[in-house]
């Protein structure tokens, strides 16, 4: 079993609308008819390369793939030419997809396609996806059909969306939760409609005139969603979940959205590439729970990512490997069928299971899951470990800042000082006395600089080395 599996499943339902772009759509069972087509151009190729857009050739690529016994390899299109070119040579052999060749996916010759389906091998690669590569160079992270298959089947009843349910797919196609958002509403019956290229106001306008009722974002989109609200609400009544993951989410940025979205379940959801999508979401009735409780035990749960997914479990660990209790900082471990922790440059998933996230937090009594950043991200100064996003979410709650940075830069004398590169304005000394009254005087910024823009990825990780080699570049200068 692989997934195509899914597309079969699917296409039963006949010709209802099952995926929308660009005022065209598709349905399963005319999705499964060109992606029997585009099998047949695969068949003799070692890969399927995507360097579009979110397009209607998009699923039809990444089914024609499987139904072809290949993987799919979507990269991404905003990288420099050079960047691309290196990719592409990674994978000798390979049908390379660019924007011109999109629109051809979706008119095949005449009759019906020649293909023969490859062997289901549940354990061949399904997908290959490129880590953002924050911290370190970009990895090629593998993952199974059975990977796929696991998240899909322990998360999604098959065919329990409403016909008239549609989600809203803005991520990009690179991105983990750009295939899976495929995969998890195709299995449960909901329409998706894609936005190539996202605009706050172009979503807005999208989620009323298709009517859409789910959709996720990463927080850098939800951020400019409620800016371009103001103070607005949104007045989007068919919406009924909307799902924020993928980075850390400012909590000025998650509570001014619940103003915004006041009859809509939010969905915090936390995963990562290697883990195929999510791992822990704090669901709706934590959010309603926690914006509305007395309880800052209650309350502070709109700062955590949830609890562990069906058939997922957690540990964290010391730096020695020893198992943590609650309410202790570590290292994040996580494991289940969905996990895959594997990479074509290693090619070796973990012996026992466990998958190393490289993330700090901890774990509650009630299992509720608490990051404070990458383990790489940990900023220790005169011997005390700091996490950046503790400071960082006090200074977003200065009227004047928008975004915030927190880093760690070399000091003789404390080992790290602490500089924060704000977007927004504000008097420096002003905002260093509003975190002093916040935080000890340790967690203080020692210096405030503000920016028009921080480095990030396309899909809104910040890009912490780039920020911090500037700043040095900058003070060497």
Same mark, same amino acid.
Request: aromatic content about 6%; hydrophobic content about 40%.
């Given at each position: 079993?692989n997934i195509v599996? @899914?597309?079969?499943?699917?296409?039963?339902a006949?010709?209802?609308?099952?995926?929308?772009?660009?005022?065209?759509s598709?349905?399963?069972?005319? !999705?499964?008819?060109?992606?029997?087509?585009?099998?047949?151009?695969?068949?003799?190729?070692t890969?399927?390369?995507?360097?579009?857009?979110?397009?209607?050739?998009?699923?039809?690529? !990444?089914?024609?793939?499987?139904?072809?016994?290949?993987?799919? *390899?979507?990269l991404?299109?905003?990288?420099?030419?050079?960047? !691309?070119?290196?990719l592409?040579?990674?994978?000798?052999?390979?049908?390379?997809?660019?924007?011109a060749?999109?629109?051809?996916?979706?008119?095949?010759p005449?009759?019906?396609?020649?293909?023969?389906?490859?062997?289901? +091998? $549940?354990?061949?690669?399904?997908?290959?996806?490129? %880590?953002?590569?924050?911290?370190?160079?970009?990895?090629? =992270?593998?993952?199974?059909?059975?990977?796929?298959?696991a998240?899909?089947?322990?998360?999604?009843?098959?065919?329990?969306?409403?016909?008239?349910?549609?989600?809203?797919?803005?991520?990009?196609?690179?991105?983990?939760?750009?295939?899976?958002?495929?995969?998890t509403? !195709?299995?449960?019956?909901?329409?998706v409609?894609?936005q190539?290229?996202f605009?706050p106001a /172009?979503?807005?306008?999208?989620v009323?005139?298709?009517?859409?009722?789910?959709?996720m974002?990463?927080?850098?989109?939800?951020?400019?969603?409620?800016?371009?609200?103001?103070?607005?609400?949104?007045?989007?009544?068919?919406?009924?979940?909307?799902?924020?993951g993928?980075?850390r989410?400012?909590?000025?940025? *998650?509570e001014?959205?619940?103003?915004?979205?006041?009859?809509?379940?939010?969905?915090?959801?936390?995963?990562?590439?290697?883990?195929a999508?999510?791992?822990?979401v704090?669901?709706?009735?934590?959010?309603?729970?926690? @914006?509305?409780?007395?309880?800052?035990?209650?309350?502070?749960?709109?700062?955590?990512v949830? $609890?562990?997914?069906?058939?997922?479990?957690?540990? &964290?660990?010391?730096?020695?490997?020893?198992?943590?209790?609650?309410?202790? %900082?570590?290292? *994040?471990?996580?494991?289940?069928d969905?996990i895959?922790?594997?990479?074509?440059?290693?090619?070796?998933a973990?012996?026992?299971?466990?998958?190393a996230?490289?993330?700090r937090?901890?774990?509650?009594?009630?299992?509720?899951?608490?990051?404070?950043?990458?383990? +790489?991200?940990?900023? &220790?100064?005169?011997?005390?470990?700091?996490?950046?996003?503790?400071?960082?979410?006090?200074?977003?709650?200065?009227?004047?800042?928008?975004?915030?940075?927190?880093?760690?830069? =070399?000091?003789?004398?404390?080992?790290?000082r #602490?500089?924060?590169?704000?977007?927004?304005?504000?008097?420096?000394?002003?905002?260093?006395?509003?975190?002093?009254q $916040?935080?000890r005087?340790?967690?203080?910024?020692?210096?405030?600089?503000?920016?028009?823009?921080?480095?990030?990825?396309?899909?809104?990780?910040?890009?912490?080395?780039?920020?911090?080699?500037? #700043?040095e570049? =900058?003070a /060497?200068?």
């Amino acid at each position: 079993m692989n997934i195509v599996v @899914i597309l079969e499943m699917a296409a039963s339902a006949g010709e209802r609308p099952i995926v929308t772009e660009g005022g065209r759509s598709l349905s399963a069972a005319g !999705l499964q008819r060109l992606a029997r087509h585009a099998a047949d151009r695969f068949r003799d190729r070692t890969a399927v390369l995507y360097l579009g857009p979110n397009h209607l050739a998009y699923p039809v690529a !990444l089914f024609g793939a499987a139904l072809a016994g290949v993987p799919f *390899v979507p990269l991404n299109y905003r990288l420099g030419e050079d960047q !691309l070119d290196a990719l592409i040579l990674r994978h000798p052999g390979a049908e390379v997809l660019r924007p011109a060749d999109l629109d051809a996916l979706l008119a095949p010759p005449p009759g019906e396609a020649e293909w023969k389906p490859a062997p289901e +091998d $549940r354990d061949a690669t399904a997908v290959v996806l490129y %880590t953002s590569g924050t911290t370190a160079a970009p990895k090629a =992270a593998l993952l199974r059909h059975r990977h796929l298959l696991a998240y899909v089947f322990n998360t999604q009843d098959f065919g329990s969306a409403n016909a008239t349910d549609a989600t809203l797919v803005a991520l990009p196609p690179y991105h983990v939760a750009g295939v899976m958002n495929l995969l998890t509403n !195709l299995y449960a019956g909901r329409r998706v409609v894609y936005q190539s290229a996202f605009d706050p106001a /172009d979503w807005l306008t999208t989620v009323r005139r298709e009517g859409v009722t789910h959709a996720m974002v990463v927080p850098t989109m939800l951020a400019r969603i409620t800016r371009e609200l103001g103070e607005a609400e949104a007045g989007v009544p068919t919406l009924r979940s909307l799902a924020y993951g993928g980075a850390r989410c400012p909590l000025p940025v *998650v509570e001014r959205a619940l103003r915004q979205f006041p009859g809509t379940g939010f969905v915090n959801a936390y995963g990562l590439t290697e883990t195929a999508s999510s791992v822990c979401v704090l669901g709706p009735e934590d959010h309603w729970q926690a @914006i509305a409780s007395d309880d800052p035990a209650v309350r502070a749960r709109l700062g955590s990512v949830g $609890r562990p997914l069906p058939g997922v479990e957690f540990e &964290i660990r010391d730096e020695d490997g020893g198992t943590l209790g609650p309410d202790t %900082t570590g290292l *994040v471990f996580v494991r289940g069928d969905q996990i895959s922790g594997e990479y074509a440059e290693s090619d070796k998933a973990p012996g026992d299971g466990w998958f190393a996230t490289r993330d700090r937090g901890r774990l509650d009594t009630d299992g509720y899951l608490y990051l404070e950043g990458r383990a +790489d991200d940990t900023i &220790i100064r005169a011997g005390e470990n700091i996490a950046p996003a503790e400071i960082e979410d006090v200074l977003l709650q200065h009227p004047g800042v928008h975004e915030a940075a927190v880093l760690g830069l =070399a000091d003789p004398e404390w080992g790290q000082r #602490l500089v924060a590169v704000l977007v927004g304005s504000g008097d420096p000394e002003e905002i260093r006395s509003f975190a002093r009254q $916040r935080l000890r005087s340790s967690k203080t910024p020692d210096t405030v600089v503000f920016r028009s823009e921080l480095p990030r990825t396309s899909t809104g990780k910040l890009l912490r080395r780039t920020l911090v080699a500037e #700043l040095e570049e =900058a003070a /060497d200068a």
